[in-house]
């Protein structure tokens, strides 16, 4: 079971994960039939998810740009 979104508003989906060492800007990829099960839009230049909620609120997770640079760094 994964949790999307934080206290505010969140959803729960189940994930299969394979496990890469790899080094990348991003923590997770999240693949197709996860998104759509979410209900996901991607906006790539801003580095967000939305989502509705199981209440129909939308729920945004973003990422900085600083954080992902910070990240590629390490």
Same mark, same amino acid.
């Given at each position: 079971?994964?949790?999307? #979104?934080?206290?505010? #508003?969140?959803?729960?989906?189940?994930?299969?994960? $394979?496990?890469? &060492?790899?080094?990348? $800007?991003? &923590?997770?990829?999240?693949?197709?039939?996860?998104? &759509?099960?979410?209900?996901?839009?991607?906006?790539?230049?801003?580095?967000?998810?939305?989502?509705? !909620?199981?209440? #129909?609120?939308?729920?945004?997770? !973003?990422?900085?740009?600083?954080?992902?640079?910070?990240?590629?760094?390490?």
């Amino acid at each position: 079971m994964t949790t999307f #979104g934080d206290k505010k #508003g969140s959803k729960f989906i189940i994930i299969k994960y $394979l496990i890469l &060492n790899s080094c990348t $800007l991003y &923590n997770a990829f999240i693949g197709y039939p996860s998104l &759509n099960e979410l209900g996901a839009i991607i906006l790539t230049p801003y580095l967000t998810m939305k989502f509705p !909620s199981k209440d #129909g609120r939308i729920i945004a997770v !973003s990422y900085t740009h600083l954080r992902a640079h910070e990240t590629s760094l390490h």
